[in-house]
């Protein structure tokens, strides 16, 4: 099983500012299958990016995707109030897809 | 607009066996453009796959719940459903459908695009 570490924890930020989140995977994700997800609190998770890079219909453009191997970044240009949320990397690249725990972006 | 819900029994006890469905709107489910999903999160936690399903009946289980999961699709009723049994305080979360795409190389797993609202199953005695 692909194990995901997600740094930092929480990360303390303004509306503004760039944020960048790390995802790294005990071992090489085949293919760059990494997906990023949005959970807002209290809603349902959104999908944000796929296979490292690609943003899902309908995501701005201040969120991108990047990484290969087994380092991941997510990052958001300039935080909208909108775009304070946890967010979860995923691996799919094996047949048993697994999500690290998760990083919060909160409001400093 | 492809819309998801699920619905669900409620309150659990554990040795229990979980049924859920999955109601689909706005599309069919036997398109072929989508696998169709489950995944849950725990109160105050990250989430896990549980399985997809094929409209042909093809299914793909997560290995540390395949023992316990059933998943199946009615296409007549445009729905999926999931059956988790013997049931423990560790299956209580927040339940979810959502759609499935499978990457394109073999072994791969799936993403999730379309996510239902999520259905709550305590479990206690």
Redo the contacts between chains.
């Keep these: 099983e692909i194990v995901l570490t997600q740094s930092p924890g929480t990360l303390s930020l303004s509306p503004g500012e760039r944020a960048t989140l790390s995802c790294r995977a005990s071992q090489r994700v085949p293919t760059s299958y990494v997906a990023w997800y949005q959970q807002r609190p209290g809603q349902t998770p959104r999908l944000l990016i796929y296979g490292a890079s690609s943003r899902a219909n309908g995501i701005p453009d201040r969120f991108s995707g990047s990484g290969s191997g087994t380092d991941f970044t997510l990052s958001i240009s300039r935080l909208e109030p909108e775009d304070f949320a946890v967010y979860y990397c995923h691996q799919y690249g094996t047949s048993a897809g697994t999500f690290g725990p998760g990083t919060k972006v909160e409001i400093k | 607009q492809l819309q998801l819900q699920e619905s669900g029994p409620g309150l659990m006890k554990p040795s229990e066996t979980l049924s859920l469905t999955c109601n689909v709107s706005g599309g069919s489910i036997n398109s072929g453009r989508h696998h169709w999903g489950w995944i849950r999160q725990p109160p105050g936690k990250?989430?896990?796959?549980i399985g997809s399903i094929y409209y042909s009946g093809t299914t793909?289980y997560?290995?540390?719940l395949k023992s316990r999961v059933t998943i199946s699709v009615d296409t007549a009723e445009n729905q999926f459903s999931l059956k988790l049994s013997a049931v423990t305080a560790a299956d209580m979360a927040v339940y979810?459908c959502a759609t499935s795409?499978r990457?394109?190389?073999p072994?791969?797993?799936?993403?999730?695009?379309n996510?239902?609202?999520?259905t709550l199953v305590p479990v206690s005695s």
């Design positions: 990250g989430l896990e796959w793909f997560n290995p540390s979810y795409i990457g394109f190389t072994g791969a797993g799936f993403y999730f695009d996510w239902g609202q999520g």
